[in-house]
């Protein structure tokens, strides 16, 4: 988290017991601040973290991300039972034409001569309704998945007024603190406001994309996320994400690194993780397809 | 179907809470769906769409829910069922609030040290982990809570490690790292560790695999340890100046269960080698000292009254008699021995003596183009010993971690003639497991080894304990009996050699492994040094 802080003396222990979670934080000038409780530590001149990866010093070439996406795409549409929005996966970003509830085999072969106008998702052939399911997540998946197909396209053409439009229609989606279409949305704010230059055919850099969306999800959603979101923006992410953006970088041969750096961030909250990488993927496609909206890996 | 909800407004649980609440009202009987959501308005929107939106609730509020409300809506077959789920949602939400008043203890996780030792105030050790650049911090904390410190994680800064190592020994705890191993502490293994005997040899040591060695020779020779104290790979370098090896050999001195003491570590530098044996010599009861990978003429001069053994088999063995038992149990000791007092003999006399009759039939048949030994080591002090002893007979030995800087590898080169590699060194562990945890990329060395003509030998250390590989020889045997295959078809004899450190009572089964091992044509030897002896006898024969 970009405003995490943890101390290693005992002795403050009594002061730190009253805090609770809004109360108002100051950090600056080398000190926290903490006036609810009357509470101001000095902080030791340790290096802080750095939330942003450092993704200028990567040698981004567009074929090693691609190979990495396409690899990782897999790996997530293999996760779908665990709730959230991986279960788009498969659909949104290799061209699957159903959901199904394991996912593991694509009801048609990646056959790069699919026609485009053919990828229609049918959901409602695919859900399990035995007892106990849950039939929202369904509902959910049925829910997003246009909105990120919209948002992905209105990123490629540039259209601010499109980016917004979807982002209505994501932000505050979905079960826990930060709902899935947040995580969903920061994982994609965070690739298109760092690598917006890198990747893209025109090089132009993206941020004020990756703004428009945090600032449509403020009034929309939970505090924690909203906050969280704006930091996306800024490309300011949790360490797991980073490190796996980082990895995308990795020579192509590199698997172990980039499976590893997954394997933390797919760990992270109940479905957060995983609804992250999601978004990271719909982004890098977002950057890399300027032509046509509905391209398969 | 009836639909009931419950508002918590400014709501703040996690989402692992939030989902593990909604799955547990859905899981009842009666209940046909339920939500645990933000009431942001297109969640609103979705249990809408969901057949969840509990209108007449939201509409008897006085003021609509917002982004930071928590809603908890129910479908059930019934009212009653309907408020049973909710009622244990809301109960389930309200013991996440305050976890140590209402559910029971066990199933909560302490979240801080503080919190484990309010739990369990009899602890008096704490086994550290993580990455070392936090590794300290976690450390430095236990020792201030007064705890004793089995530090395992490496990469902590050494001016990280001179201050825990000062804190520690003020406070009369013991700090095992960074980077320490192997330690069995009252007879409980910590880190990568064997299932051995108690008994009266204890052992200080800064090299894990160094501890292993030592443990399993010893049990193999019937006798057992009273305690093993890992110091630390670092603890001889002169910025630390061996505080903890100090320590531990304070505390095996002072031990009644303890009646001989062996000492291990890499190769120390000369001022801390003095200072240490200088204690040793103080200490009343027997002392043993290995650095393998040491020339043995290094350290003479300053032993004093401590012994020291050119190699852990040796060091084990006179351990073993010091403490009145057999050294002879000691496995690989005859060979050991012979070779020591051998001088002049010749290699193809000294390989007859060595009464190991697969191995001679190994010797006969390797071709002419087959000269050199390849050795793929996962312990780095099991490597530095066996190259000590093939550099010995067989001349230089190239690798990442070479007893001279002139036999060091060149960047990007595999094999240069008679080579071993530490492949648990920190070029080849970065972003991937340890190789006695995950055997890829050693198998990968293997098969390259075994397709270059120019390899006659293989020598390979496979570790068993705890924490290791839970049964090497089922990845290993295939690979090894593959590789000669291999050689065969192409008209060469791969001879494969397996220094196999472990014991009967370690989950692999020392005599299991062996059998597998050995049935894939491997020559398996309990003790390290003797597998070295070995892979030289055959690459002597050969050149002859």
């Known amino acids: 988290m970009p405003n995490g802080l943890r101390l290693s003396a005992t002795a403050v222990a009594g002061p730190l017991q009253q805090l609770k979670p809004g109360m108002g934080v100051w950090i600056g000038n080398g000190m926290v601040r903490i006036p609810a409780c009357e509470l101001c530590i000095r902080l030791p001149t340790a290096f802080p973290w750095e939330p942003r990866p450092t993704v200028a010093a990567g040698c981004w070439h567009r074929d090693t991300v691609a190979h990495h996406a396409f690899l990782l795409a897999h790996h997530l549409a293999g996760r779908s039972t665990q709730g959230?929005?991986?279960?788009?996966?498969?659909?949104?970003?290799?061209?699957?034409?159903?959901?199904?509830?394991?996912?593991?085999?694509?009801?048609?072969?990646?056959?790069?001569?699919?026609?485009?106008?053919?990828?229609?998702?049918?959901?409602?052939?695919?859900?399990?309704?035995?007892?106990?399911?849950?039939?929202?997540?369904?509902?959910?998946?049925?829910?997003?998945?246009?909105?990120?197909?919209?948002?992905?396209?209105?990123?490629?053409?540039?259209?601010?007024?499109?980016?917004?439009?979807?982002?209505?229609?994501?932000?505050?989606?979905?079960?826990?603190?930060?709902?899935?279409?947040?995580?969903?949305?920061?994982?994609?704010?965070?690739?298109?406001?760092?690598?917006?230059?890198?990747?893209?055919?025109?090089?132009?850099?993206?941020?004020?994309?990756?703004?428009?969306?945090?600032?449509?999800?403020?009034?929309?959603?939970?505090?924690?996320s909203a906050t969280l979101l704006a930091h996306a923006a800024h490309g300011e992410v949790a360490e797991p994400l980073g490190d796996l953006l980082l990895a995308l970088v990795q020579p192509g041969a590199e698997h172990e690194t980039l499976f590893q750096a997954a394997a933390r961030l797919l760990s992270l909250g109940a479905t957060s993780g995983c609804d992250a990488l999601l978004g990271v993927l719909l982004g890098l496609q977002a950057l890399s397809d300027e032509t046509c909206a509905e391209n398969v890996y | 179907m009836v639909v009931r909800a419950l508002l918590q407004r400014n709501a703040y649980y996690d989402s692992i809470t939030l989902m593990a609440v909604a799955q547990a009202a859905r899981d009842l009987p009666g209940v046909e769906d339920a939500g645990a959501v933000m009431a942001t308005e297109l969640n609103c929107e979705l249990l809408r769409n969901a057949g969840l939106f509990p209108d007449a609730f939201l509409a008897e509020q006085d003021t609509p829910p917002g982004p930071s409300d928590l809603l908890i809506v129910v479908r059930a077959i019934d009212e009653m069922h309907a408020a049973i789920a909710l009622a244990i949602a809301e109960e389930r939400l309200a013991t996440r609030e305050s976890p140590a008043v209402a559910a029971p203890p066990e199933t909560i996780v302490p979240r801080s040290l503080e919190a484990a030792i309010r739990r369990d105030p009899d602890a008096n050790l704490a086994v550290i982990s993580v990455a070392g650049e936090h590794a300290w911090l976690e450390a430095e904390q236990a020792l201030r809570l007064g705890l004793h410190v089995f530090l395992f994680s490496d990469n902590v800064p050494i001016q990280r490690e001179q201050a825990l190592k000062t804190l520690a020994i003020q406070r009369g705890l013991l700090l095992m790292g960074p980077?320490?191993?192997?330690?069995?502490?009252?007879?409980?293994?910590?880190?990568?560790?064997?299932?051995?005997?108690?008994?009266?040899?204890?052992?200080?040591?800064?090299?894990?695999?160094?501890?292993?060695?030592?443990?399993?020779?010893?049990?193999?020779?019937?006798?057992?340890?009273?305690?093993?104290?890992?110091?630390?790979?670092?603890?001889?370098?002169?910025?630390?100046?061996?505080?903890?090896?100090?320590?531990?050999?304070?505390?095996?001195?002072?031990?009644?269960?303890?009646?001989?003491?062996?000492?291990?570590?890499?190769?120390?530098?000369?001022?801390?080698?003095?200072?240490?044996?200088?204690?040793?010599?103080?200490?009343?009861k027997p002392v043993v000292a290995v650095f393998p990978g040491a020339d043995p003429y290094r350290f003479a001069a300053i032993a004093g009254s401590g012994r020291m053994a050119r190699t852990l088999t040796e060091g084990a063995a006179l351990a073993i008699a010091l403490a009145g038992g057999d050294p002879a149990r000691v496995p690989g000791w005859e060979i050991v021995n012979s070779d020591a007092a051998s001088e002049a003999i010749t290699s193809r006399a000294r390989f007859h003596s060595m009464a190991e009759p697969h191995l001679a039939v190994e010797c006969m048949q390797v071709t002419l183009s087959q000269r050199y030994v390849r050795a793929l080591y996962s312990g780095g002090t099991l490597c530095d010993e066996a190259m000590l002893l093939l550099s010995e007979r067989i001349g230089p030995i190239a690798s990442n971690i070479p007893l001279y800087p002139n036999w060091a590898l060149a960047p990007g080169e595999t094999f240069r003639g008679h080579t071993a590699l530490d492949l648990g060194a920190d070029e080849f562990t970065q972003g991937r497991p340890h190789p006695m945890i995950d055997p890829t990329l050693r198998l990968h060395y293997l098969a390259r080894a075994a397709e270059d003509p120019e390899t006659a030998v293989i020598l390979l250390d496979i570790v068993l304990g705890f924490v290791a590989h839970q049964n090497p020889a089922a990845v290993y045997a295939p690979a090894i009996a593959q590789a000669r295959t291999t050689a065969a078809a192409a008209g060469r004899m791969l001879s494969v050699i397996v220094s196999l450190c472990g014991t009967e009572g370690d989950p692999q089964r020392f005599s299991t492994q062996c059998a597998a091992l050995e049935a894939a044509g491997a020559l398996v030897f309990a003790s390290n040094a003797a597998a070295a002896l070995a892979a030289a006898s055959i690459i002597e024969a050969n050149g002859q």
């Not at chain 1, 396209?153 to 930060?178: H, N, S």
């Not at chain 2, 095996?252 to 530098?269: E, G, R």
């Open chain 2, 179 to 284: 980077d320490c191993g192997t330690a069995i502490i009252n007879g409980v293994g910590l880190g990568f560790a064997n299932v051995v005997p108690r008994g009266p040899i204890g052992i200080a040591g800064a090299s894990g695999t160094g501890i292993q060695q030592l443990t399993c020779l010893i049990a193999a020779a019937g006798m057992g340890i009273s305690q093993a104290i890992g110091t630390g790979g670092r603890d001889l370098s002169e910025a630390i100046g061996g505080s903890m090896m100090r320590r531990a050999l304070e505390l095996l001195a002072d031990d009644s269960q303890t009646a001989v003491i062996v000492l291990v570590s890499k190769p120390p530098a000369d001022l801390v080698a003095r200072e240490i044996l200088r204690i040793v010599a103080q200490i009343a």
């Open chain 1, 84 to 224: 959230g929005l991986a279960v788009l996966a498969g659909p949104l970003l290799l061209g699957w034409t159903e959901l199904h509830a394991d996912n593991i085999y694509p009801p048609m072969l990646l056959n790069s001569s699919a026609k485009p106008g053919h990828h229609r998702q049918s959901m409602a052939t695919a859900y399990p309704s035995a007892g106990g399911s849950w039939c929202s997540q369904a509902t959910l998946a049925q829910m997003a998945l246009p909105a990120l197909r919209a948002l992905a396209l209105a990123t490629q053409k540039q259209d601010i007024a499109g980016v917004v439009e979807a982002a209505q229609r994501l932000a505050g989606l979905g079960p826990g603190l930060t709902p899935s279409g947040d995580d969903t949305l920061a994982g994609f704010a965070a690739v298109i406001a760092l690598l917006g230059a890198q990747l893209s055919t025109d090089a132009a850099p993206r941020e004020h994309i990756a703004a428009a969306i945090a600032a449509t999800a403020r009034p929309r959603t939970t505090m924690l």
